[in-house]
C-alpha cells in the first residue's frame, strides 16, 4: 500500500507532461536540478567565490602564445 508502482509513476508523468507541456519540462528539470545543487551546497557550506575568474580554454592559449612571443624576442 506504501510503495508507489510504475503504473502510478507514468500516471504522474503523463499528468506533467499534459499540464506543463513537453517543451516545458527540461527547463523545468534544469532548474529543479539548479535548485538541488544550491541546496546541497549551502548545507555542506560551501560557496563560490565571487572571485574567483573562470578562464576559458581560448584565453589559456592566448597566454602560451603570448608568452612564446616574449620568448623570441628576449
Known amino acids: 500500500m506504501g510503495s508507489i508502482g510504475m503504473t502510478e509513476l507514468l500516471l504522474i508523468f503523463g ?5 506543463f507541456g ?11 536540478g539548479e535548485g538541488i545543487r544550491s541546496f546541497k551546497s549551502a548545507i555542506s ?8 575568474k573562470v578562464v576559458t580554454p ?8 603570448k608568452k612564446e612571443k616574449v620568448k623570441e624576442n628576449a
Open 58 to 65: 581560448k584565453e589559456i592559449e592566448a597566454e602560451v602564445i
Open 45 to 52: 557550506g560551501e560557496e563560490k567565490k565571487e572571485d574567483e
Open 15 to 19: 499528468i506533467i507532461v499534459l499540464l
Open 22 to 32: 513537453a517543451k516545458k519540462l527540461p527547463e523545468i528539470g534544469r532548474g529543479l
